[in-house]
Nanobody, 126 residues
Framework: QVQLVESGGGLVQAGGSLRLSCAAS????????MGWFRQPPGKERDFVAA????????MYADSVKGRFTISRDNSKNTVYLQMNNLKPEDTAVYLC???????????????????WGQGTQVTVSS
């Protein structure tokens, strides 16, 4: 079982930055692909970014490319999402997720992630 706890959300003006963190409970953290998703009010949960367990491959949604950066520190069991040049349309609950299996192929599909945090709210004002 993998428990995930996000932090770092908040209210920021358009053009500002935030850094989200996600701490994982498992000692096998270094074997899991990790992802960030977001869910605006009343909408579907969408892919934002993912990083593989080797830290060699990353994936991003087109809407955040060039603005968001995903990274991980396996020594701290933590994955990060640096968000720059935030826009009002980035407003959502941001959720951290871990792959269903270890050392698997990186995926952008929410159905391939089996462990989820409770989410952290990001609000971008115009």
């Amino acid at each position: 079982q993998v428990q995930l706890v996000e932090s770092g959300g908040g209210l920021v003006q358009a053009g500002g930055s935030l850094r989200l963190s996600c701490a994982a409970s498992t000692r096998a953290f270094g074997n899991y692909n990790m992802g960030w998703f977001r869910q605006p009010p009343g909408k579907e949960r969408d892919f934002v970014a993912a990083i593989d367990w080797r830290r060699s491959t990353t994936m991003y949604a087109d809407s955040v490319k060039g603005r968001f950066t995903i990274s991980r520190d396996n020594s701290k069991n933590t994955v990060y999402l640096q968000m720059n040049n935030l826009k009002p349309e980035d407003t959502a609950v941001y959720l951290c997720a871990a792959d269903r299996t270890i050392t698997g192929r990186l995926s952008a599909s929410k159905y391939d992630f089996g462990y989820w945090g409770q989410g952290t709210q990001v609000t971008v004002s115009s």
